[in-house]
């Protein structure tokens, strides 16, 4: 059997979702091994996006097969008292056993949090980059402009050795300032590793005037990690949706 449910987390003092060896402090290794203590199986959970170390989730989407056939209620009950308080389940159903939650992805959406205010926020700061300096948003949006479409991000790639294809294609990007906050929204088919997080510093250094939305294209073009900006810090970023067909 084939089940799907989307995974919320508070991804702060994790290693970020895909297993490792090196530590258990990973979302995918929580989730395996609470599932393996309430059903005896061991099983592969199988996360829509790999989100890097720091970062959140509000509606990760994930599946998993399971050999014997589950009472949905029962498990999904069972399994959120098992996990830790920082992770939680929910929306568990059957799929089809084709039902892939990375391959069948239409679109994943993640925000990016920035405090641009002085006052800081307190009882956000594990979930907003607390930057606190003021920001040109309209040329921003202007290089935010520029990145959408479908493009070789290679530029944008955290990951050096990555020898798949780095085309990906950006649907949209929006930024909105309020109260403070800077929010930038990104909708788009796939992401490479520290994707978002390479294209948000960028952005933020047209924002503070050390780069100009005009460059986007060279840097596109480029196929070079050192010709974007930098890396800006996980807390700010979350996954807030997938989409499927």
């Known amino acids: 059997m084939n ?52 970062v959140h989730a509000l509606g990760q989407y994930a599946n998993v097969h399971l050999k014997k056939k589950q009472d949905i209620h029962a498990l999904q009950d069972a399994w959120n008292r098992a996990l830790p308080d920082d992770i939680s389940i929910h929306g568990l159903e059957e799929k089809e056993e084709r039902f892939h939650s990375r391959f069948s992805a239409g679109e994943k959406h993640y925000r990016y949090r920035i405090r641009t205010g002085a006052e800081k926020n307190v009882f956000e700061r594990r979930y907003i980059w607390q930057l606190g300096e003021e920001l040109d948003s309209r040329a921003m949006k202007e290089g935010a402009a520029l990145l959408k479409g479908t493009h070789d991000f290679t530029s944008f790639c955290g990951n050096k050795h990555f020898k798949k294809s780095a085309v990906r294609s950006l649907h949209d990007i929006t930024i909105s300032l309020s109260g403070g906050e800077l929010t930038l929204d990104f909708r788009g088919d796939g992401f490479l590793q520290n994707m978002i997080r390479i294209m948000t510093g960028t952005l933020v250094e047209i924002g503070e005037g050390k780069k100009k939305p005009e460059d986007i294209p060279a840097i596109l073009a480029a196929k070079d990690r050192s010709k974007a900006g930098f890396t800006a810090p996980p807390q700010g970023l979350c996954l807030v949706e997938v989409l499927y067909e």
Do not use: C, H, N
């Not at 929580?30 to 996006?49: D, F, R």
């Open 3 to 54: 089940y799907g449910f989307i995974v919320s987390y508070d991804g702060s003092r994790y290693e970020g979702w895909q297993r490792q060896t090196r530590t258990r402090e990973t979302i995918q290794g929580k989730l395996e091994e609470t599932l393996e203590k309430i059903t005896g199986e061991k099983a592969q959970v199988i996360g829509a996006g790999r989100t890097d170390a720091g």
